[in-house]
T-cell receptor
Framework: EAGVTQFPSHSVIEKGQTVTLRCDPISGHDNLYWYRRVMGKEIKFLLHFVKESKQDESGMPNNRFLAERTGGTYSTLKVQPAELEDSGVYFC????????????FGSGTRLTVV | AQSVTQPDIHITVSEGASLELRCNYS??????LFWYVQSPGQGLQLLLK??????LVQGIKGFEAEFKRSQSSFNLRKPSVHWSDAAEYFC?????????????FGAGTRLAVHP
């Protein structure tokens, strides 16, 4: 089966610009998660979708971040306007509805805000 | 507060040597426990997980981990390291109810392997 796909793999934008990250989960995986790793620190949870519904968005840092999952398939994470501290690697993961099979992570999007 | 501590930021071992990466957690109850690996340019790959039962868990690539409840630890081991094991390793915990959503990760341990 195809894995979790994220693009772009890298993005360099200027402070104040907008960037949209995309994640295509494994087909049939209702659960989709976004995580972020900032500059060698812990990988931190951002939010969790079950199908198209936001189950938990407690990790979203502020209202400059907007995640969507229309139709319960792929998801986008938009940062608008981007700030320097948003730089990091954004990971997406998906899991089967039962959950116990484990997450499958994408290779991440490295975002650099200059 | 819930947290995962990986005390070693960087570890360097010689190829063929044994390896142990440490992981301690602070959690309200015994969580689900995971080790992930990230090789350069790759995503996070699950090495192994502990849900219940035997506290010594076998994973892929010859790795194993031992859950010690009394020490709140889940250390990762490999008897003989290969050059291809050079990567960053992450320990993570998750809740045992309602699915193991919202994993909490440690800061990672970067492993270098000398020939």
């Amino acid at each position: 089966e195809a894995g979790v796909t994220q693009f772009p793999s890298h993005s360099v934008i200027e402070k104040g610009q907008t960037v949209t990250l995309r994640c295509d989960p494994i087909s049939g995986h209702d659960n989709l998660y976004w995580y972020r790793r900032v500059m060698g620190k812990e990988i931190k949870f951002l939010l969790h979708f079950v199908k198209e519904s936001k189950q938990d968005e407690s990790g979203m840092p502020n209202n400059r971040f907007l995640a969507e999952r229309t139709g319960g398939t792929y998801s986008t994470l938009k940062v608008q306007p981007a700030e320097l501290e948003d730089s990091g690697v954004y990971f997406c993961a998906s899991s089967h509805p039962s959950g116990r099979g484990g997450y499958t992570f994408g290779s991440g999007t490295r975002l650099t805000v200059v | 507060a819930q947290s995962v501590t990986q005390p070693d930021i960087h570890i360097t071992v010689s190829e063929g040597a044994s390896l142990e990466l440490r992981c301690n957690y602070s959690y309200g109850a015994t969580p689900y426990l995971f080790w992930y690996v990230q090789s350069p340019g790759q995503g996070l790959q699950l090495l192994l997980k502990y849900f219940s039962g035997d506290t010594l868990v076998q994973g892929i690539k010859g790795f194993e981990a031992e859950f010690k409840r009394s020490q709140s630890s889940f250390n990762l081991r490999k008897p003989s390291v290969h050059w291809s094991d050079a990567a960053e390793y992450f320990c993570a915990v998750g809740p045992t109810s309602g699915g193991y959503n919202k994993l909490i990760f440690g800061a990672g341990t970067r492993l270098a392997v000398h020939p």
